[in-house]
């Protein structure tokens, strides 16, 4: 079996070397908190994704378990489909210090890190490392970047990129003269936070933006077409997160009517809401591609569909018409989610790398 033959713009060179799929599939869901995984299962979903051209896979050292299957995934598509096709295969990963080591981390530490996602991987070079930092309060973010960008000329990475940083420290980043390829951000229909000044910060230096949350943990879906606000507690974290910024963007009302245009815009394409969000993501300038987890191969049609889906002039504007009513979210890319004390930051886990996985 050969890969298909993928439209030119299905596919986004984000580096020399370097290329993806305009869709890549989350990993989060399968860190287990969504519910149980069965790896076996899930190596034979990644399979499917790939051979129907879904190439790149997103995940982090902090997913529990995550980047082990995708080492699994590795093997068993080298054996089955040859060294050709898996030389097409990318996997993005994420360093994330914990917290609690933000003050400590040296450079010994950093290097672990990245020889533990390698090994994890079953890689002798890592594809794209994403790099983040939960505090800026602690100073070393910016030197270990540096050390990243030694790694990469040692040839332990082959590509850079960055999550959840603001433009300020993004900025800074590549005036030092970090080789910043990509910046992972939260960017969809409901927060537009990256418009605010990242995007330009990404065009003015040359970086793309990999966005997650295009379809809100479920929420931009017909599921949620036309039914109550639902009670607390919610049925996951996911959920819980994006139902956050729904409250903050407007509320339910205003997050129903833009529900109803975007069905409406699936309904003249024969797709679903959570295609059409997608779609309309991956014409924005500066993104490169959406990020859209799943747990199982159930989305993969439209999952495909996400990157052939052509919206019209007239489609487009309906949509930046109800996006307009949006309240803005307060803050650049992320900062709502960094303070560890308010609605956003509260619900996060901070020290999961040096837990037992």
Partial sequence: MTLPDL???????LAPGHEI??????????????GAIDGARAVEDMIAFADAGITTFDCADIYTGVEELIGRFRTEYANRRGAEALARIRVHTKMVPDLSRLFSADRAYIAGLIERSLERLGMERLDLVQFHWWDYNAPGWLEI??????????GKIRTLGVTNFDTDHLRAMCLAGVPVASAQVQYSVLDARPEKRLTALAAEHGFSLLCYGTVAGGFLSERWLGVA???????????????????DIGGWELFQDILRVLKSVAQAHGTDIATVASAYMLDLPGVAAVIVGARNRAHLAGNL????????????????????????????VYSLERDRHGRHGSIMKYNLNDAPH
């Fill in 7 to 13: 439209l030119p713009d299905t596919r986004f060179r």
């Fill in 21 to 34: 799929s305009r869709v890549i599939r989350g990993g989060w869901q399968l860190a287990g908190g969504h």
């Fill in 145 to 154: 970047a540096c050390w990243l960008a030694e790694l990469r000329a040692e």
């Fill in 229 to 247: 606000e639902p009670a607390e507690p919610l049925e996951n974290r996911s959920l819980t997160k994006y139902k956050l910024i729904i409250e």
């Fill in 305 to 332: 569909a996400v990157m052939s889906l052509r919206l019209s002039a007239a489609e487009r504007a309906a949509i930046a018409a109800v996006l307009g009513r949006r309240r803005p979210l307060q803050g650049d």
